[in-house]
């Protein structure tokens, strides 16, 4: 089994660029983060998909700023998804490099290029998530999936990715 492993702010969650780091430290601010619906669609087929539930494991892998934070996010993903997701999260100190999870072949699928150029320098394969306010450098020239597309498309994506 491989795991996929689904980054949270800027891919299931708005990432708000007017946020100051103390407000997004606050207890409770990942509760009051409006997700991204065809993002979090996606990931319900991808999840629900039994063909891929034979071969991969999805997996929230995020950086958490503190425990309180690691707490919020996994109770958005308990009342959004299911407690098998929620329990499953996997958390980072926050600016701690997610590529220790990369090997193997395991897949990131995030919106910060720096994170995915890490990951496949460790032996995992990365899915960039355009959504909007990220993609201005222009560093990444591997697979991506636009947040905004429809549900369906971002599944099928990213599910002939995984097959390919
Ligand atoms: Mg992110």
């Known amino acids: 089994m491989k795991n996929v492993y689904i980054d949270f702010d800027g891919v299931l969650g708005v990432f708000d660029t007017t946020k100051s780091i103390e407000e997004v430290a606050k207890p409770g601010y990942s509760l009051t983060v409006p997700l991204m619906k ?17 071969e991969f494991n999805f997996k929230l892998l995020s950086a958490a700023i503190a425990l309180h934070a690691e707490q919020d996010k996994t109770q958005v ?18 600016g701690t490099s997610k590529s220790q999870y990369a090997e193997g072949g395991n897949i990131l699928i995030d919106d910060f290029s720096p994170n995915l ?31 905004k597309a429809k549900p369906e498309v971002i599944y099928r994506t990213i599910k002939g990715i995984l097959t390919a």
Request: hydrophobic letters at 35%; one cysteine or more; aromatic letters at 12%.
């Open 38 to 54: 065809e993002m979090c669609n996606a990931v319900k087929m991808l999840k629900e998909d039994d063909a891929l539930s034979k």
């Open 117 to 147: 150029h890490e990951w496949e320098a460790a032996g995992g394969i990365g899915i960039k998530v355009y959504n909007g306010i990220n993609g201005n450098h222009g560093t990444w020239t591997g697979y991506s999936v636009h947040s």
């Open 77 to 94: 993903l308990r009342e959004e998804f299911d407690d098998r997701f929620a329990d499953d999260a996997v958390f980072v100190q926050y």
